[in-house]
Each structure stands twice: as structure tokens, then as C-alpha cells.
């Protein structure tokens, strides 16, 4: 597609809820991002990876979290047994490669009620 | 400590006015980034540069190497420009974003 696309743009969860977010990055970009901005501060990394290989994921805040690419294009955020202070707008960005530049998606907003 | 710190937080300004938003890191870096985020919306991606300076459009980026130091300069602001506008640098394969700062201009 022309841009990055985040599915979907709004999620609510009760406490407990599993969770799963969705990226779709730029048809042939190499290079995929998670993201996670809380309200009123820049995003924090989470997790990259280069085509379907999970190169860093020293970001993920917890065993709750995981995120997979199998197929080096379309990927998936998972957060099991959803808490409150998980709620925050969850961005994905794609880039052709490391350091070249790089795309957002708009992002999905989670609350954990 | 934020490995990335934007001055100032927040930044009013009237139509018209030229804007300087400042960044500053505490370690070497490859490339910093420069980008805009509305409100509710997506992060776009306004410059990435390692030495000197780019300019597109209103939009000037500065960066000293030396000192550490990057600038965002608007000339002739316009309401439209009002945004979070963030610093990120690249730390190997992942950038470490500043806390933003916020930007409004009033016609």
C-alpha cells in the first residue's frame, strides 16, 4: 500500500483481555518497528525486525508481550492479560532499510479498562 | 535522564513568527531525526541528517556533531504547522525519541 497500516485505530480492553495489533508496513520495506507512546511523551522502542528475523526486542516491557513477522511483511503486536498502565498508542513504522528513513502508520490507541 | 531533551516543552507563537525548537543528546550519534506529529495523528518524518544543514520548504534542520546540539527552525509560521515535534536519534537500529515539544500558532 502507499503507507503504513495500523489496525485497527482504536481498541479498548478489559484488564485481563489478550490483544493483538496489527501493522501493515509498506510493501517492500525490509525494516519493521514497534513503538509505544504514552500519553504526553515521545515513543519508546519496543521491538524491530528485518524482514521475518526479530533482531531486537529488548524493548518488550514484559513476558506479556510479543510480537511476530512470519512472513517478512505484515506483523502482529500481542499483549496477554492486558493492563492498565499497557494503555497508550501502540506505532508502527517501516523504512526500506536501517537509517534511511523511516514511515509511520497512525497508530492504535489502547485502553485498558 | 532522557538520552534526548527538547527545549522548550511547549512554544506559542502568532502567525508569521520564525520558530527554533532545540535538541540535544548525550552520546555520539549516526543520524538524528527530525518529526512532526498532530494531534490524533500519524508520526511523519521531516528530516534525518548527520552534518550541516537541510532545508524543505519553511522547514530548516541544523545539527552540530560537536556539541551535540540540532535545531529545528520554522520560518513564517502558519497555523497549520501547529504540531509535537519530535528529535529521535539512532541508536543502532532503533531510535530513542525526545519527550517533543509542543508547537502553536495563532493566527
Known amino acids: 500500500g502507499a503507507g503504513v497500516s495500523q489496525s485497527p485505530r482504536y481498541k479498548v480492553a478489559k484488564r485481563g483481555q489478550d490483544v493483538a495489533l496489527r501493522c501493515d508496513p509498506i510493501?517492500?520495506?525490509?525494516?519493521l518497528f514497534w513503538y509505544q507512546q504514552a500519553l504526553g511523551q515521545g515513543p519508546e522502542f519496543l521491538t524491530y525486525?528485518?524482514?521475518?528475523?526479530?533482531?531486537?526486542k529488548s524493548g518488550l516491557p514484559s513476558d506479556r508481550f510479543f510480537a511476530e513477522r512470519p512472513e517478512g511483511s505484515v506483523s502482529t503486536l500481542k499483549i496477554q492479560r492486558t493492563q492498565q498502565e499497557d494503555s497508550a498508542v501502540y506505532l508502527c513504522?517501516?523504512?526500506?532499510?536501517?537509517?534511511?528513513?523511516?514511515?509511520f502508520g497512525s497508530g492504535t490507541r489502547l485502553t485498558v479498562v | 535522564k532522557n538520552e534526548v531533551e527538547q527545549s522548550p516543552q511547549n512554544l506559542t507563537a502568532q502567525e508569521g513568527e520564525f520558530i527554533t525548537i532545540n535538541c540535544s543528546y548525550s552520546?555520539?550519534?549516526?543520524?538524528l531525526h527530525w518529526l512532526q506529529q498532530h494531534p490524533g495523528g500519524g508520526i511523519v518524518s521531516l528530516f534525518m541528517?548527520?552534518?550541516g544543514k537541510k532545508k524543505h520548504g519553511r522547514l530548516i534542520a541544523t545539527i552540530n556533531i560537536q556539541e551535540k546540539h540540532s535545531s529545528l527552525h520554522i520560518t513564517a509560521s502558519h497555523p497549520r504547522d501547529s504540531a509535537v515535534y519530535i528529535c529521535?536519534?539512532?541508536?543502532?537500529?532503533?531510535?530513542?525519541f525526545g519527550t517533543g515539544t509542543r508547537l502553536q500558532v495563532f493566527p
Open positions: 513504522a517501516s523504512s526500506p532499510e536501517v537509517n534511511y528513513g523511516y514511515t
Open positions: 510493501s517492500g520495506h525490509v525494516s
Open positions: 525486525f528485518q524482514n521475518e528475523a526479530q533482531l531486537d
Open positions: 552520546v555520539g550519534i549516526s543520524a
Open positions: 541528517l548527520s552534518s
Open positions: 529521535a536519534r539512532l541508536n543502532t537500529d532503533k531510535l530513542i
